[in-house]
């Protein structure tokens, strides 16, 4: 098994409907931080994966707002930390097939608060 992580990271804008009357309830941006593990038994021309694969799954999210996106707005889930880290994972996975494994995915909002989403024990 070898692994690999890759850091990259997207501007987008978004806003929460959080019940105490946060700041956060108003539309605004960050400039998230993305750090992303993937592992693989074998390599597939001496790579467990391209970068460039991971990185155009991140982009997507690039200069957007969060909240019109499909796969916050269909869901109805809110755009926190925690649910991008969630739909990352599972778009970065789709993207690297079954060869791969995506085993974490961290994305920071500010350089203080982060979300890491891990995938779970088999």
């Given at each position: ?63 957007c707002d969060l909240n ?55």
């Amino acid at each position: 098994m070898i692994s690999i992580s890759f850091a990259c990271h997207f501007d987008a804008a978004h806003r929460l409907e959080l019940p105490q009357g946060s700041p956060c309830n108003r539309p605004h941006g960050h400039r998230y931080e993305v750090e992303i593990l993937a592992s693989a038994d074998e390599l597939e021309h001496g790579m467990v994966a391209d970068y460039n694969a991971l990185r155009e799954v991140v982009e997507r999210f690039d200069h957007c707002d969060l909240n019109a996106q499909s796969d916050f707005r269909d869901a109805k889930l809110p755009t926190t930390a925690e649910n991008i880290a969630t739909v990352l994972a599972a778009k970065l996975q789709s993207a690297v097939g079954g060869r791969v494994s995506i085993d974490e995915v961290v994305v920071r909002e500010t350089p203080r608060t982060a979300a890491r989403w891990r995938k779970a024990a088999t």
